[in-house]
């Protein structure tokens, strides 16, 4: 013969409840209505008339002005705040001594407290303890947990634990551009993948050491730096947005900056249609460093137009990559078939240039014919290593003819 074990079930005198406080959303009144001609007459409209929950003199609209309890809570979101309401409740006739009362969020890799220990002295029949909490939400992808317990008469004690799942809000997608002139192009496209439009209150991007961040997010005729997506930055359900950026090494710091493959993240803050607030920060953004070349040579000035037949200047900028003093000749030659003559002499040398240092140097043309030609024919001789450098095709010029 077997014996069962029979586990005693206590019921508590204390009943603990938690609800998660939610915004309310907008009752839309169903629309049936049609042509006074046809068979139903004016009784459709009549009848929509009437209806309270529908908005004066723009029935068919199904805009309402009466706001709703959801019944089912809609998701809650990284960025977001937790918001929870915690109901205890003495249901005996007896009091109860001695109540502590904590909560903490159970997450895949952290247990954080949100409240207490929280001790009360005690509770009187029928008496009840209201506690709100809230909770920044930084974890996705994984069942959260809210647990509260309870303690009482200092021998008893219980739990109860609400769990919710805490998808992205946004999707984001990041490109990187590099230049020879150590700027950096971030090209970011979000996506909003709530189940709710959003309006985007902030979208900037918080560059690293080292490095400015110039937002090409706004028209270029307006003084107020107004955006181009307008002054109620929507984003709709499923609907993607690209944003750009210009990263350039910082002036002011240390005369050679370290060259770094971490440019910054992003800060985004938003709220949805009902006016809860989000706000999220990006992981770091890392680009691949792109190997230099010896030497950096850029062109830093260069008229947009030049007369034909007439001579024109512009100015370069050769920067040394090396850690190592360089002494460089600069050869200029005509190429065949081409359009520009150079109107200075071949083969002057430069001052010697030091490890990591700039030099700007000014070249002097001469158009031959009408049109937009390309700049081409320098070379850069390193006399201490004996190397040469050739630089073609690195400019445009518009050559139009001078009618004064």
């Known amino acids: 013969m077997t014996s069962i074990e029979v586990k005693e079930v206590v019921e508590h005198p204390i009943k603990l409840r938690v609800m998660r406080l939610g915004k309310p959303v907008m009752f839309n009144s169903k629309i049936v209505t049609c042509d006074s001609k046809d068979l139903p007459g004016a009784a459709l409209n009549a009848h929509?008339?009437?209806?309270?929950t529908t908005l004066a003199d723009a029935e068919t609209l199904a805009a309402g002005s009466f706001l709703m309890v959801p019944n089912v809570l809609e998701n809650l979101y990284l960025g977001e705040t937790f918001l929870c309401y915690i109901y205890l409740k003495n249901e005996s006739s007896q009091t109860v001594y001695d109540i502590i009362l904590k909560a903490e969020?159970?997450?895949a890799t952290s247990h954080i407290p949100i409240l207490g220990p929280k001790a009360f002295s005690k509770l009187d029949p029928y008496a009840s303890i209201d506690v709100i909490v809230?909770?920044?939400?930084?974890?996705?992808?994984?069942?959260?947990?809210l647990i509260c317990q309870v303690e009482y008469d200092r021998k008893h004690s219980f739990e109860t634990i609400f769990s919710y799942r805490v998808p992205k809000p946004l999707d984001l997608k990041t490109k990187f551009y590099n230049t020879v002139t150590d700027e950096v192009y971030l090209e970011v496209q979000v996506q909003n993948i709530m189940s709710t439009p959003i309006s985007l209150e902030k979208f900037i991007l918080e560059s690293s050491i080292g490095y400015d961040v110039n937002s090409m997010n706004h028209l270029l005729e307006s003084s107020e730096d107004k955006s181009i997506f307008g002054d109620m930055d929507i984003l709709d359900v499923k609907e993607t947005r690209q944003y750009?950026?210009?990263?350039?090494?910082?002036?002011?710091?240390?005369?050679?900056?370290t060259r770094t493959n971490n440019l910054g993240k992003l800060d985004i803050l938003w709220r949805s249609n009902m006016g809860t607030k989000g706000q999220i920060q990006s992981s770091p953004l890392v680009r691949q460093i792109p190997e230099l070349d010896d030497i950096t040579f850029s062109i830093t000035y260069l008229p947009d137009m030049v007369f034909c037949e007439e001579q024109f200047d512009f100015t370069c900028s050769?920067?040394?990559?090396r850690n190592r003093d360089m002494q460089l000749v600069v050869e200029v030659s005509d190429e065949e078939d081409s359009n520009l003559a150079w109107t200075m002499i071949s083969g002057i040398q430069l001052r010697l240039l030091p490890p990591y240092a700039t030099i700007k140097t000014v070249f002097s043309m001469v158009a031959l014919?009408?049109?937009?030609?390309?700049?081409?024919g320098i070379k850069l001789k390193e006399l201490i290593l004996n190397r040469t450098y050739?630089?073609?095709?690195f400019g445009h010029v518009f050559v139009t003819q001078n009618v004064s």
């Open 318 to 321: 050769i920067k040394n990559n």
């Open 244 to 257: 750009m950026y210009r990263l350039s090494l910082d002036k002011t710091a240390e005369k050679n900056p």
């Open 48 to 52: 929509l008339k009437k209806d309270v």
């Open 134 to 145: 809230k909770h920044e939400v930084k974890e996705h992808g994984s069942v959260n947990k």
């Open 105 to 107: 969020i159970d997450t």
């Open 390 to 393: 050739s630089y073609n095709n």
């Open 369 to 376: 014919n009408h049109g937009l030609q390309v700049i081409s």
